[in-house]
């Protein structure tokens, strides 16, 4: 009984060396592929109408093809850390992915205290002043609301700015009746 034993422990103990190949499995490099997880902002932007100027109502207001905004982060010393200036869509909706956005401190640094969204400008030459709906002039701050990109390989954590809106330069004054 017990020299089956031996027989069997010796047989595994030399399987490896009539076999290499087997030995090897163990010490081969497992594949991993990492998940990369992105930050992304997301928003619109508006023309306000004339007749809510001065106000943050966004009621008749319309979306700007192609205006641009500045994403805009800063470290737990208040420096800029991170820049980058992203174009709306035709419908004025931007997706500003934030590639290059680091942190060195994950709650000092963490997007929704550290990040901001700016106007930059609007191609509307009669839409071209910028509005501080939304704090659109000083810095949109970042909302997280539970909304993700999952994807093979590829997470995006996505938070939104704004909506953010220029105005009209000039709005006809309304006659009284």
Request: hydrophobic content about 40%.
């Amino acid at each position: 009984m017990a020299s089956s034993h031996l027989v069997v422990l010796f047989s595994l103990l030399l399987l490896p060396l009539a076999f290499p190949s087997i030995a090897a499995i163990g010490d081969v490099p497992t594949k991993t592929t990492e998940n990369k997880t992105e930050v992304v902002v997301e928003g619109i932007v508006y023309c306000q109408s004339c007749e809510h100027v001065g106000t943050w109502s966004l009621t008749g207001a319309k979306p700007i093809p192609s205006a641009k905004v500045g994403v805009v982060c800063k470290d737990h010393k208040k420096r800029v850390s991170f820049y980058k200036a992203f174009e709306a869509n035709e419908n004025g909706y931007f997706y500003a992915p934030l590639e290059g956005f680091k942190m060195s401190n994950s709650i000092l640094e963490h997007p929704l205290q550290a990040c901001k969204v700016k106007l930059l400008s609007s191609p509307v030459v009669n839409c071209s002043n910028p509005t501080n709906v939304n704090y659109g002039l000083y810095g949109s701050p970042l909302r997280y609301e539970e909304k993700k990109l999952i994807r093979k390989n590829y997470e995006a954590v996505i938070y939104a700015a704004g909506p953010l809106a220029f105005r009209p330069a000039y709005c006809p004054i309304k006659p009284h009746n």
